[in-house]
Protein backbone atom coordinates (compact mmCIF):
# COMPACT_ATOMS: atom_id res chain seq x y z
CA UNK A 1 0.00 0.00 0.00
CA UNK A 2 0.89 3.61 -1.03
CA UNK A 3 -0.17 6.61 0.36
CA UNK A 4 0.97 9.77 -1.55
CA UNK A 5 0.02 13.64 -0.63
CA UNK A 6 0.88 16.49 -2.87
CA UNK A 7 1.77 20.03 -1.90
CA UNK A 8 2.27 23.22 -3.58
CA UNK A 9 -0.32 24.38 -5.17
CA UNK A 10 -1.74 27.72 -5.22
CA UNK A 11 -2.53 31.13 -6.93
CA UNK A 12 -0.25 32.55 -9.53
CA UNK A 13 -0.59 35.00 -12.40
CA UNK A 14 0.26 34.10 -15.74
CA UNK A 15 3.84 33.66 -16.58
CA UNK A 16 4.67 32.34 -13.41
CA UNK A 17 5.90 29.39 -11.25
CA UNK A 18 4.85 26.69 -8.63
CA UNK A 19 6.45 23.20 -7.72
CA UNK A 20 4.12 20.30 -6.84
CA UNK A 21 5.53 17.88 -4.27
CA UNK A 22 3.89 14.18 -4.07
CA UNK A 23 5.17 12.19 -0.76
CA UNK A 24 4.94 9.00 -0.53
CA UNK A 25 4.90 6.65 2.38
CA UNK A 26 6.71 3.42 2.00
CA UNK A 27 10.12 1.93 1.79
CA UNK A 28 10.00 0.69 -2.10
CA UNK A 29 9.36 4.36 -3.45
CA UNK A 30 12.31 3.55 -6.36
CA UNK A 31 10.13 0.94 -7.54
CA UNK A 32 7.08 2.68 -8.14
CA UNK A 33 6.21 4.24 -11.77
CA UNK A 34 4.94 8.07 -10.93
CA UNK A 35 2.34 9.91 -13.04
CA UNK A 36 0.88 13.83 -12.68
CA UNK A 37 -2.61 14.41 -13.74
CA UNK A 38 -4.95 17.01 -13.74
CA UNK A 39 -9.06 17.60 -14.08
CA UNK A 40 -10.84 20.46 -14.52
CA UNK A 41 -14.90 20.11 -13.64
CA UNK A 42 -16.50 18.91 -16.43
CA UNK A 43 -13.70 16.74 -18.20
CA UNK A 44 -11.57 13.65 -17.76
CA UNK A 45 -8.69 13.62 -15.65
CA UNK A 46 -5.33 14.00 -18.48
CA UNK A 47 -2.32 13.02 -17.82
CA UNK A 48 0.38 16.28 -17.87
CA UNK A 49 3.62 14.30 -16.99
CA UNK A 50 4.89 10.71 -15.98
CA UNK A 51 8.02 8.85 -14.98
CA UNK A 52 9.16 5.53 -14.99
CA UNK A 53 10.17 4.01 -11.95
CA UNK A 54 14.08 4.00 -13.61
CA UNK A 55 13.70 7.92 -13.56
CA UNK A 56 15.32 7.25 -17.05
CA UNK A 57 12.77 7.97 -19.16
CA UNK A 58 9.94 10.97 -18.86
CA UNK A 59 7.02 11.73 -20.86
CA UNK A 60 4.97 15.12 -20.93
CA UNK A 61 1.63 15.57 -22.70
CA UNK A 62 2.04 18.64 -25.67
CA UNK A 63 0.67 21.32 -24.06
CA UNK A 64 3.33 21.36 -21.28
CA UNK A 65 6.05 20.50 -22.83
CA UNK A 66 9.28 22.91 -22.43
CA UNK A 67 6.58 24.26 -19.69
CA UNK A 68 7.22 21.64 -16.90
CA UNK A 69 8.91 19.48 -15.52
CA UNK A 70 9.17 15.96 -13.50
CA UNK A 71 11.61 14.55 -11.57
CA UNK A 72 12.10 12.01 -8.37
CA UNK A 73 13.79 11.67 -5.56
CA UNK A 74 14.03 8.27 -4.29
CA UNK A 75 15.71 9.37 -0.78
CA UNK A 76 12.96 11.57 -0.36
CA UNK A 77 10.41 9.17 -1.34
CA UNK A 78 9.11 12.65 -3.44
CA UNK A 79 8.46 13.11 -7.06
CA UNK A 80 8.20 16.67 -8.10
CA UNK A 81 6.28 18.64 -11.03
CA UNK A 82 8.14 21.86 -12.06
CA UNK A 83 5.31 24.09 -13.49
CA UNK A 84 6.97 27.33 -15.64
CA UNK A 85 5.33 30.20 -17.71
CA UNK A 86 2.01 28.84 -16.60
CA UNK A 87 -1.48 29.95 -18.04
CA UNK A 88 -4.92 30.51 -17.17
CA UNK A 89 -5.71 26.91 -19.24
CA UNK A 90 -3.05 24.99 -16.53
CA UNK A 91 -5.61 25.77 -13.90
CA UNK A 92 -6.65 22.89 -12.63
CA UNK A 93 -6.37 20.10 -9.62
CA UNK A 94 -3.11 18.11 -10.10
CA UNK A 95 -2.79 15.02 -8.53
CA UNK A 96 -0.22 12.56 -8.54
CA UNK A 97 -0.41 8.41 -9.19
CA UNK A 98 1.89 5.76 -8.86
CA UNK A 99 2.27 2.29 -9.99
CA UNK A 100 4.46 -0.71 -9.13
CA UNK A 101 6.47 -1.29 -11.41
CA UNK A 102 8.55 -4.30 -12.73
CA UNK A 103 11.92 -6.19 -13.32
CA UNK A 104 10.93 -5.57 -17.18
CA UNK A 105 9.37 -1.74 -16.90
CA UNK A 106 12.15 0.22 -15.67
CA UNK A 107 12.17 2.30 -18.90
CA UNK A 108 8.20 2.91 -19.11
CA UNK A 109 6.25 5.74 -18.65
CA UNK A 110 2.56 5.36 -17.86
CA UNK A 111 0.08 7.68 -19.46
CA UNK A 112 -3.14 6.35 -18.62
CA UNK A 113 -5.80 6.80 -15.83
CA UNK A 114 -6.52 3.10 -15.19
CA UNK A 115 -2.72 2.25 -15.68
CA UNK A 116 -2.37 3.67 -12.13
CA UNK A 117 -3.39 2.12 -8.59
CA UNK A 118 -2.64 4.46 -6.23
CA UNK A 119 -3.78 7.95 -6.09
CA UNK A 120 -3.05 11.16 -3.90
CA UNK A 121 -6.29 13.59 -2.84
CA UNK A 122 -5.11 16.41 -5.38
CA UNK A 123 -3.76 20.23 -4.93
CA UNK A 124 -5.64 22.97 -6.74
CA UNK A 125 -3.24 25.11 -9.30
CA UNK A 126 -5.04 28.37 -10.23
CA UNK A 127 -3.70 30.58 -12.69
CA UNK A 128 -4.75 34.36 -13.09
CA UNK A 129 -4.57 35.69 -16.62
Known amino acids: QVQLVESGGGLVQAGGSLRLSCAAS????????MGWFRQVPGKEREIVAA????????YYVDSVKGRFTISRANAKNTVYLQMNSLKPEDTAVYSC??????????????????????WGQGTQVTVSS
Open 97 to 118: AARLGTYWSGSVCYTGVHEYEY
Open 51 to 58: ISWSGGNT
Open 26 to 33: GRTFSSYA
